[in-house]
């Protein structure tokens, strides 16, 4: 193979601090994806964020979305793999969630279509998450009955809420749903007073997911180079891909990586690609 598959995180390893690519790595990502460099992503967003996130960049190969949970081609979510929740425990996490006063938002795909399932906004949080995600191409919110839909898989339970309510559900939901689920808690930093919990199967990993990836492309071991800063890279880090933090990521990180560069926000993934493979 001519050059490795290269692999990045998006959100401090790839993008800026405002959540998008510079110029720069708008440029240089369009260059390598027309020169046929093989490069993707494996993210902790939804399909529809990445696409937000990316602009104008079209990606050639399948992206990873939802933390693992999703495999698929970039101008579609139509899943080429899927990680979904058992549904037995699911409907009695909601139908406990629902009866202690949370309001949890399903990420679901039915078939056809990716979106959004809730009874609607039912907090100032909410709202503003909504409200925000409405700007993205392939984002869908219904608002109905909470349910799973016959033949549909659920990729995620989203609570969106005040950090008091949310933080310490967290321990809890680990501790009596830790057989089927993984749980990831977030402070918005962009809304005040807002948080959110994920709740997703075991198996929605970033290095499950890449796995099933290079499988399908034809890649393993060092010929996956493989980018992160956060814990949710650490699995991507632990396997015989070559793993490279930047210079931000966690100290966990950067212990498991093969190698260190620079600082996101100096596009050091990028700049890191066209040395490669320069070589």
Not at 43 to 72: H, M, N, Q, Y
Request: hydrophobic residues 40%; glycine residues 8%.
């Amino acid at each position: 193979m001519p050059h490795p598959l290269f692999v990045s995180d998006l959100d401090g390893t790839l993008l800026q601090a405002d959540g998008r690519l510079s110029d720069f790595g708008l440029r240089t990502l369009t260059e390598l994806t027309e020169r046929q460099v093989p490069f993707t992503v494996a993210s902790g967003r939804t399909f529809s964020s990445i696409r937000r996130a990316l602009g104008d960049l079209e990606l050639k190969l399948p992206v990873i979305s939802s933390d693992g949970a999703l495999i698929s081609g970039f101008e579609s979510p139509a899943p080429l793999h899927l990680f979904p929740m058992e549904l037995a425990p699911l409907e009695t996490l909601m139908a406990e969630l629902v009866g202690e006063g949370y309001s949890p938002v399903l990420d679901v795909w039915d078939g056809t279509e990716n979106y959004m399932l809730s009874e609607g906004p039912a907090n100032p949080v909410m709202t503003w998450y909504h409200d925000n995600k409405q700007v993205e191409r392939f984002y869908r919110w219904r608002h109905e009955t909470l349910r799973v839909p016959p033949r549909s898989k659920v990729l995620s339970l989203t609570l969106i809420d005040k950090p008091e309510w949310l933080e310490p559900l967290r321990d809890d939901l680990d501790e009596r749903w830790g057989e089927w689920f993984k749980t990831d808690y977030l402070v918005m930093s962009q809304v005040e007073d807002g948080a959110a919990l994920w709740v997703q199967s075991r198996d929605a990993r970033k290095e499950r997911a890449l796995e099933v990836l290079g499988q399908m492309l034809g890649y393993q071991g060092s010929d996956v180079i493989v980018f992160g800063d956060g814990l949710n890279d650490v699995g991507m880090f632990s396997r015989d891909w070559h793993g490279v933090a930047v210079d931000n990521a966690r100290a966990e990180v950067k212990e498991r990586a093969r190698e260190v560069i620079g600082h996101h926000a100096d596009d050091a993934v990028c700049k890191y690609i066209l040395d490669r493979i320069a070589e």
